[in-house]
């Protein structure tokens, strides 16, 4: 983290991890709480972000919030807990940025809790890639040329991401940002998550909850 302060860009990561898990079906599985490896998918996650000399890690709960607490309670990260997560992903990304403006970070990067082929080396390579852009730059993760996630976000969006409504993503934010938007190549990672009981087993999960 101290390398990544001197070079005077900073980056705080809020993991989005409020939703209902709606496409896991009748069996009432949480897909954050599936194990890879032996871990649950949110406390994978958080490990993962607080591994890359991020200045912050924000942790953002809903559904089920409890449980998802318990798990990664005693890990360096801060939780905000979005009450009205039913309204959709704007609330909670709304709640994440303005938790991790206390930081003053230059960058924030918006990361998907349900995403376990995610690496510290994918999210060390999107920071790096901001940095090199001065923090200036949308920087996205990319796999074989189509975009996926996570994103990093400058400081000059902030505003523009809280104002998001309903269950809208940034998507439509980055093709009308005007701001230069850096895609870069970290393979299936950006692209692979874990909506439904078929994709947590095709992933190498095992559903516990």
């Known amino acids: 983290m101290d390398d990544l302060l001197e070079q ?3 980056v705080a990561i809020v993991i989005l991890a409020a939703g209902r898990s709606s496409r896991m079906g ?16 949110i406390r994978r996650s958080a490990i993962t972000a607080g591994d890359c000399e991020s200045l912050s890690v924000i942790v953002v709960t809903g559904y089920r919030h409890a449980e998802l607490q318990a798990v990664i309670a005693e890990l360096p990260v801060r939780i905000a807990q979005n009450a009205a997560f039913s309204s ?8 994440g940025i303005a938790t991790a403006e206390a930081d003053r970070p230059d960058g924030i990067m918006i990361m998907l809790a349900d995403m376990p082929a995610l690496t510290a080396a994918d999210l060390r390579a999107l920071i790096a890639a901001f940095r090199r852009c001065a923090g200036q730059a949308i920087i996205r993760a ?45 393979g299936d990672g950006a692209l692979v998550d874990v909506d439904t009981p078929d994709a947590v087993e095709a992933a190498g999960g095992v559903l516990r909850g």
């Open 88 to 95: 959709g992903m704007a609330g909670s990304l709304a709640l």
């Open 142 to 186: 990319a796999a074989r040329g189509k975009p996926g996630n996570p994103v990093i976000f400058p400081r000059a969006l902030y505003a523009r991401l809280k104002s998001l409504t309903g269950d809208k993503g940034a998507r439509g934010l980055i093709r009308n940002s005007g701001l230069t938007v850096v895609d870069v190549e970290i």
């Open 26 to 41: 009748m069996s009432g599985a949480h897909k954050l709480l599936a194990e890879f490896d032996g871990v649950p998918l």
């Open 8 to 10: 005077g860009v900073s």
